[in-house]
């Protein structure tokens, strides 16, 4: 491309095309070496002048200098290419999220990303393995990596892939809790482990948990079907494979419970005592509301929502606002927010407990 562009004596081009060229290949490229050999053969083009403005353009894109006024035109994409490669120098943080069927995983990293990206019911589950990775902005379009590359992939799309195997995407995380740069996440949704129709599920699940990298797994217990059987195998399983201080356990849909016949604070502390005799030395335990989670990324991104879950919105504003749903209270103290929430929203958010999690996930506490 550089030779068919640069070597066209019957085209002249402005100098700035020439320095566009390379900021495209740069960001293409990414990587240093492959950057520094398109320079190379560019400067085989080039008189004096142009190799060293050519010069100042390559090593603008490796400092984080302020840009060079010289090249203020093409300054949006010298800062892109600066962001991508701070992104992609950072540790991957894994983050395995597990749980017997329709515990809520899926609406659970549907709230962590705040878009629909993973496939959510009572009917159709989760049957493969899917990697959702963070990108470094945001930039309105969803990638599907695998099987099959679509960088503008549908609701559908997203969908299809998941059904046919194991799928990749990259969309960009919109999380509550503020942090200077983006961090590199995948997130890994798994089968639930204990359906009798597709015993395949919980065997892809199991040997996820052993294969699999991850620096966190995220266990989420359903608050309204605690103390099964299942659960119980699943969970010793987990405690037996997985070193303790990886785990995390979500208490999902806690929107469920009836302020007259239900205890947040005793369902807790239940959960504790019975993971503690099953193994987990110092359980962390979110209690939470994927659910609304999920609604409240939605408004606070201006995603438009239908009827039933505008009603559904309406309905746990107002319940998480009662003292007893405030789910930050329930939380470990080195993990609750610092700073007072900003405006209702993030209220809300750390009513809901979403905020707390994510503050564990990605910062903000030791853990
Ligand atoms: N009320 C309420 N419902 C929830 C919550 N989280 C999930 N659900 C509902 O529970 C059902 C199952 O949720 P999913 O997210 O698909 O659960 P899953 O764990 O991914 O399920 P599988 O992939 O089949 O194992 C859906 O109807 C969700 O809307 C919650 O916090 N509150
Ligand atoms: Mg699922």
């Known amino acids: 491309m550089i030779r068919s562009m640069v070597n066209d004596w019957l085209r002249p081009w402005m100098w700035k095309y020439r320095l566009w ?73 894994r983050i395995l999220i597990t749980a017997n069927m329709s515990a809520g995983k899926s609406t659970l990293i549907n709230a962590l990303i705040g878009k629909q990206v993973a496939r959510t019911s009572q009917e159709a589950c989760t049957a493969n393995l899917c990697y959702l990775f963070n990108k470094p902005v945001e930039d309105g379009s969803i990638y599907l990596l695998a099987p099959r590359l679509n960088l503008n992939a549908t609701y559908d799309d997203l969908m299809d892939a998941g059904q046919a195997g194991s799928s990749d995407i990259a969309s960009y995380f919109r999380s509550f809790v503020h942090l200077d740069s983006p961090s590199r996440i995948c997130l890994i949704d798994t089968p639930g482990v204990n359906s009798a129709i597709n015993r395949e599920h919980g065997i892809r699940t199991r040997k996820a948990i052993l294969d699999e990298q991850y620096d966190k797994l995220i266990y989420v217990l359903n608050a309204n079907q605690l103390g099964t059987d299942e659960e119980i195998r699943y969970l010793k399983y987990v405690s037996e494979n997985v070193p303790g201080d990886k785990v995390i356990f979500v208490l999902n849909k806690l929107d469920n419970f009836k302020s007259t016949d239900d205890s947040i604070a005793a369902s807790i502390e239940g959960v504790q005592h019975d993971l503690v005799h099953l193994g987990f030395e110092n359980p962390v335990i979110c209690p939470l509301s994927a659910y609304f989670a999920f609604l409240l990324k939605m408004k606070q991104n201006g995603e438009p929502m239908n009827e039933d879950e505008q009603d559904a919105y309406d309905y746990y504003v107002k319940k998480f606002s009662r003292p007893e749903y405030d789910m930050s209270t329930y939380l470990d103290e080195s993990t609750t927010p610092v700073q007072a929430a900003k405006d209702e929203r993030s209220a809300l958010a750390v009513r809901c407990g979403l905020y707390g999690l994510e503050n564990i996930l990605y910062g903000g506490s030791d853990r």
Not at 38 to 56: C, D, E, H, T, V
Not at 66 to 72: E, H, I, R, S
């Open 21 to 93: 060229l390379m900021c495209d290949i740069a960001l293409i490229a990414a990587d240093k070496s492959a950057i520094e050999k398109a320079q190379k053969i560019m400067l085989g083009y080039l008189n004096k002048r142009q190799s060293a403005a050519l010069g100042i353009l390559v090593s603008a894109l490796f400092t984080n200098e302020a840009v060079p006024q010289k090249l203020l035109f093409a300054e949006g994409l010298i800062h892109q290419f600066r962001v991508n490669r701070r992104f992609a120098a950072q540790q991957e943080m």
